[in-house]
């Protein structure tokens, strides 16, 4: 006999996604409705098995670096990049909880100091806020060929 799945309302979960809600939330939710304790990673499973698009968007203008060390994946930088590349290929209703209006502030500090992110495999920072130069032609700097 198959192990019954712990996904409780499908439809709920379809419309959770189309609203963009973080797998961490839903995760909560399972707790707080339905008293089931389950990992995000759940529903990104979920997600794949059903066929549904996946949450990230690649944009390799916005995060054009081929491999990003794990230990630099969830560095503030990069997430901002990733929730930029959201805003502009799902618009601003992928957005959710704070991320519209941290966003907008992220992309008006770039533009008053003429920034762009950097990334350094190297250091332990590895995103670093650099100078716009003249081949500067988003908000990340390609690495070089």
């Known amino acids: 006999m198959a192990p019954k799945s712990k996904i409780r309302d499908e439809a709920e979960l379809l419309r959770w996604f189309d609203a963009g809600m973080t797998y961490k939330w839903m995760a909560e939710q399972y707790l707080q409705q339905y008293q089931v304790e389950v990992s995000p ?27 990003i060390q794990e230990r630099h994946w969830w560095k503030a930088p990069l997430t901002m990049l990733r929730i930029e590349a959201r805003r502009r290929h799902k618009g601003e209703a992928a957005l959710t909880g704070d991320e519209p209006e941290r966003n907008a502030r992220w992309r008006k500090w770039m533009a008053e100091n003429n920034a762009v992110v950097y990334y350094d495999p190297d250091t332990e920072e590895g995103f670093h806020y650099v100078e716009r130069n003249e081949h500067d032609t988003d908000l990340a700097r390609k690495p070089k060929p």
Do not use: I, N, T
């Not at 979920?46 to 690649?58: F, H, I, M, Q």
């Open 41 to 67: 990673s759940l529903f990104a499973s979920y997600r794949s098995r059903k066929g549904l698009p996946p949450r990230l968007v690649k944009d390799l203008d916005l995060v054009p670096w081929e491999e």
